[in-house]
């Protein structure tokens, strides 16, 4: 086994090679009950199952159901040469923490993940040694030969990183040659972890339990708003027999009632998804899952083969009712092709989400009527909220870059909690969400004939848009600052679409 032995204040007592966590924690209080959907982190996963094949000592700390201090005690435990940590821009605060228990330890701190890549300089600057930029497996196991015999110095060599140089300034080496063949790869390493527990959450708080997989990586497609940070734009695609082992592998392993597949567009590939549903036909496997597409990736074929496979729900990013700003976000799909799909899908009974995005630049009261009557004349079965914002590096971000305003230093917010100057404020998007979501629910109620809720639905929609008109005037940049912890309860509770199979208050 390969080992690593380090110069650093405590090398003689280190214990692993390379102990792997995030920032992500489920949050126990009576609100996050009813919005917990807790999932393995994937990639961490992917990365402890690829270095152990290379002969490397790793541990994983899962921080989803820990308390802040456990973090603390896995470094005192497994006395790691270095620590790689998974950061989104959710995590942030708490992954800078982190980052000052492994300095305080002398262990070598590497990050990556989506949230790291667009600020290196500001995570190096706060005591990370390393940013892996793109995928991390090769990357890493790169770094863990290095580090112990040349330490910071010749990082250059290495592809895929983000350092400080001698200078204190940026060196960003050429980027990592992607892993081409999917399927030659191990799969997640799931048994390092509690996978049981989350499980159990599932069925406590949803009455079935779901277990994450994913058959690709990588979106080539062009939304302003969205990161390409990790896999690019690129599109690969594991083989159809190498899912479906790993399907089987889990069914035995686990039980599960459902099934995540977390690809960015889970059908891109036509004849894969036909090739797949046969396959799953023939080693008769049929377990309901849930899976994220585009309208134009989907066709009358596509359909059968999902309805085949189980599938009891797809979520289509529509994010908008208005053609015009479906435009402006890059999008490249047509409101009309969202309504078509989404009956093709509900007439073989999978039920369709949709994520809907607010507050995307140029938007107007108009475009936001258009997105209730697209939600009502499409009728999903259910529709998700939130309110855009510009995460680094994105496409959106530079848009909006003259008018971004922050209300405190980058350490204690997060990109949720950038304003936008000229937008309305967040009250306004409060009640203006308020709006949509009592509409298209009053719309649902008196179509099923249910006309007490429809009024109820009704009057809750006419005081969010009551309240929209009494705000107009309020800008973003006018607000109290942000708290730097992001939405507040009821405006996360909104965000999240908390309304959208009952009434929104």
Avoid at 31 to 60: N, Q, T, W
Avoid at 122 to 138: C, D, I, K, M, T
Avoid at 319 to 345: A, H, N
Wanted: hydrophobic share 35%; with cysteine; glycine share 8%.
């Amino acid at each position: 086994m390969t080992r690593i032995e380090t110069d650093s204040p405590r090398g003689a007592d280190r214990g692993c090679d390379l102990l792997l966590s995030h920032g992500y924690r489920v949050a126990l209080d009576e609100h996050e009950r009813e919005i917990m959907m807790p999932y393995p982190p994937l990639g961490l996963l992917y990365l402890s199952s690829h270095l152990k094949a290379d002969g490397f000592s790793v541990a994983i700390h899962d921080a989803t159901f820990a308390e802040p201090g456990d973090f603390v005690a896995a470094l005192d435990e497994q006395r790691p040469a270095v620590v790689g940590l998974y950061a989104t821009l959710m995590t942030r605060g708490r992954v800078l923490e982190m980052i000052a228990e492994c300095r305080d330890r002398g262990i070598w701190v590497v990050l990556g993940g989506p949230e790291p890549a667009p600020n290196a300089e500001r995570y190096l600057s706060h005591g990370a040694h390393v940013v892996v930029v793109g995928e991390g497996e090769r990357t890493t196991a790169e770094l863990l030969r290095h580090l112990p015999v040349r330490g910071l110095d010749g990082l250059d060599g290495i592809d895929g990183l983000r350092f400080l140089g001698a200078d204190g300034k940026i060196v960003d080496t050429p980027p990592r040659a992607q892993m081409s063949d999917l399927s030659a790869q191990p799969r997640p390493d799931r048994d390092a972890i509690d996978l049981e527990r989350y499980l159990t959450t599932w069925r406590d708080h949803h009455g079935y339990s779901s277990i994450s997989l994913v058959t690709s990586r990588g979106c080539p497609f062009t939304c302003r708003w969205c990161s390409h940070d990790v896999y690019g734009r690129s599109h690969r695609r594991r083989s159809v027999e190498d899912v479906v082992d790993e399907v089987a592998w889990i069914v035995k392993r686990y039980e599960p009632d459902q099934l995540w597949f977390t690809d960015d567009v889970f059908t891109l590939n036509r004849p894969w998804v036909s090739d797949l549903a046969v396959e799953l036909g023939r080693r008769n496997l049929r377990v309901p899952f849930e899976c994220i597409s585009r309208p134009d990736r989907i066709d009358e074929a596509v359909a059968d083969s999902l309805a085949e496979m189980g599938c009891r729900r797809l979520w289509i990013g529509a994010e908008s009712g208005s053609q015009r700003i479906l435009d402006r976000m890059g999008r490249r799909t047509r409101v009309e092709d969202v309504r078509q799909k989404t009956r093709m899908l509900q007439s073989r009974g999978i039920e369709v989400g949709m994520f809907i995005m607010l507050g995307y630049d140029g938007e107007t009261v108009d475009d936001l009527q258009a997105t209730i009557d697209h939600l009502k004349s499409s009728a999903p079965d259910i529709f998700l909220t939130t309110v855009a914002y510009p995460i680094q590096g994105t496409e959106y971000a530079r848009d909006v870059a003259e008018k971004t305003v922050a209300d405190l230093p980058w350490a204690e917010r997060t990109d949720r909690d950038l304003r936008i100057a000229g937008r309305h404020s967040r009250r306004w998007y409060r009640h203006a969400t308020r709006w949509m979501v009592n509409e298209v629910n009053a719309h649902r109620a008196r179509r099923d004939g249910r006309m007490l809720i429809a009024f109820r639905c009704y009057i809750k929609g006419r005081a969010g848009r009551l309240g929209m008109t009494l705000t107009d005037r309020q800008r973003e940049e006018d607000a109290v600052a942000a708290s730097g912890r992001g939405w507040g309860a009821n405006e996360e509770r909104a965000r999240r679409g908390a309304g959208a199979a009952g009434e929104l208050g």
